[in-house]
């Protein structure tokens, strides 16, 4: 068993597994991921243990998905994304000496940080300093229990310390009706605490990230194999750590340097794939963030910036964009259609309102193109959605007594009994595949769509603000040129061997 926090700052000859600077033909910003996703969860939002067990169960069967280095017990990443498990963490937050509110009333994460004690320290106290400065209140830090005993050499060198933070919420955000309020300023402080410690000169500064920041979800992940991710965090096998959902995600990196933060599930995203329209995707959104304006942030928008953390992966970026356009007030499956577009430009057959809402959001954002099934979830709501190349399988089952299994291949939970399965099928191209575990259903793709397209006016919006260039008045010719003006020179030149004299006349043109 490993507990950190006793532990002297690292001096293994190891090389460092985090990603190397940019140089001679390696640029992080390339890095790609292609790898096993899958979810289950109750319908009905009922917590339980089970629903935890099953998910470990899906991600140990997706091994074969993800990749490993030369030493088979190091992995390229392996994690797991569940809603709070507050039953769980008043008991262990009690143990630590922090007594918790009420479910909602605080956010919690995992927070990875430098093994150099006074690195550590220092960090702690800039992340503390920002909750302050930003009108919460910090309830304290617990130990999270690790157990490295089975992780191979690589993964070990690179191993952050990882605690656990607890922020309680503001009285004046518990009065804010806004229910995405508190959601926000975890936000904010989660983005503030990685721009300013990076600024910082730490000693292992490289290890700094915080794995999420929410009073809705909490993610366990790191560079691990599947059937590690139990056994090191001892937290995921305690009787009472429940929940209604759980998000999984086997990393296989394409060509990339595996690391303990690119490990998924990200804050909302887990993903198998890839963005091949990247650079061009990141750059828009650069150019754009300094016009960025919502009263959803306020003041608090130019604290965010840079809205894309130009370290991470291409999954990592794209969460980036999907949880600021979520946290603006957009529900994940319409931040999803912005972002990853089914094709409608030339869909003669489709409903012309949902036609205008891709069109309008088309002038917002470009498509970031796949191939790409997507995962994501904000804790109550959980989906998966699959790009329009269609090159990224994924398969789907609802039971009778309302469990929903989905991931990148059939069979990954193996003791269900045929006749209890109600629905089977597999995600398709362009198809949106949700379940609402606060309306206790699975919602049709085409309702999610006549619902986002019915919300606004789209139609009306396009009309009155959009401007063809084949439409606009011709310009005004420029004014006709003065007339030019002829000049006539004479020039004389001398003949200096004969001593005579020659005349020339040269007429030049003014224009």
């Known amino acids: 068993m490993n507990n950190h926090t006793d532990q002297p700052a690292r001096t293994s000859p190891l090389p460092r597994a985090t990603a190397p600077r940019k140089q001679g033909l390696y640029d992080p910003a390339f890095e790609h991921d292609a790898c096993g996703v899958g979810f289950v969860a109750d319908i009905h939002g009922r917590p339980s243990r089970k629903i935890v067990t099953q998910g470990l169960r899906v991600l140990d069967n997706l091994d074969h998905r993800g990749a490993t280095g030369a030493e088979q017990n190091t992995g390229d990443g392996a994690g797991i994304l569940v809603q709070i498990p507050h039953a769980f963490l008043l008991r262990a937050a009690q143990t630590a000496g922090i007594a918790l509110p009420e479910r909602g009333a605080y956010g919690t994460g995992l927070v990875f940080l430098p093994r ?24 304290g830090w617990r130990d999270v229990p690790t157990d490295n005993s089975d992780l191979g050499a690589t993964a070990r060198a690179c191993e952050p310390v990882i605690r656990q933070i607890f922020i309680e919420r503001s009285p004046a955000l518990a009065a804010n009706a806004d229910p995405l309020a508190f959601e926000r300023k975890l936000y904010v402080i989660r983005k503030r605490a990685s721009r300013e410690l990076a600024a910082d000169a730490l000693a292992d500064a490289d290890l ?12 366990y992940k790191g560079m691990l194999r599947t059937a590690q991710v139990p056994k090191y965090f001892r937290d995921l096998n305690e009787p009472d750590f429940a929940s209604a959902i759980a998000l999984v995600h086997s990393r296989f990196s394409t060509n990339t340097f595996p690391s303990w933060s690119r490990s998924h599930p990200y804050r909302y995203l887990a993903h198998n794939g890839e963005i091949n329209t990247l650079r061009g995707n990141v750059n828009w959104m650069h150019a754009r963030q300094q016009h960025l304006a919502t009263e959803a942030f306020g003041d608090d928008i130019k604290k965010i910036l840079p809205v894309i953390n130009p370290n991470g992966s291409d999954s ?24 990853v577009p089914e094709p409608w430009s030339n869909h003669k057959s489709m409903d012309p309102n949902i036609r205008a809402f891709y069109e309008y959001n088309a002038c917002l954002t470009e498509p970031w193109d796949g191939p790409a099934a997507l995962a994501f979830t904000d804790g109550t709501q959980i989906g998966a959605w699959l790009d329009r190349n269609g090159l990224r399988p994924a398969r789907y089952y609802i039971t009778t007594d309302g469990l929903v299994v989905l991931a990148s291949e059939a069979g990954v939970l193996d003791d269900i009994p045929p ?16 379940v609402d575990t606060a309306q206790g259903r699975v919602v049709q793709d085409d309702e999610i769509k006549r619902q986002l397209a019915a919300k606004h006016p789209y139609a009306q919006w396009l009309e009155q603000n959009r401007l063809h260039l084949d439409a606009r008045p011709p310009r005004r010719p420029p004014p006709p040129p003065p007339p030019p003006r002829n000049v006539t020179f004479r020039i004389y030149e001398i003949d200096e061997e004969f001593g005579e004299k020659y005349e020339h006349a040269v007429e030049v043109i003014e224009v």
């Open 116 to 139: 150099d004690p006074a690195s550590r320290q220092r960090a702690e106290q800039h992340i503390a300093a920002i909750v302050r400065d930003e009108g919460q209140t910090l309830l």
């Open 316 to 339: 990592a970026m794209f969460d980036n964009t999907l949880e600021l356009l979520h946290l603006a007030g957009r529900s994940l499956p319409h931040a999803i259609l912005m972002m």
């Open 419 to 434: 006749a209890s399965i109600a629905q089977k099928g597999r995600l398709q191209p362009g198809k949106m595949f949700l």
């Open 208 to 219: 700094l990230y915080l794995a999420s920041l929410s009073a809705r979800t909490l993610v």
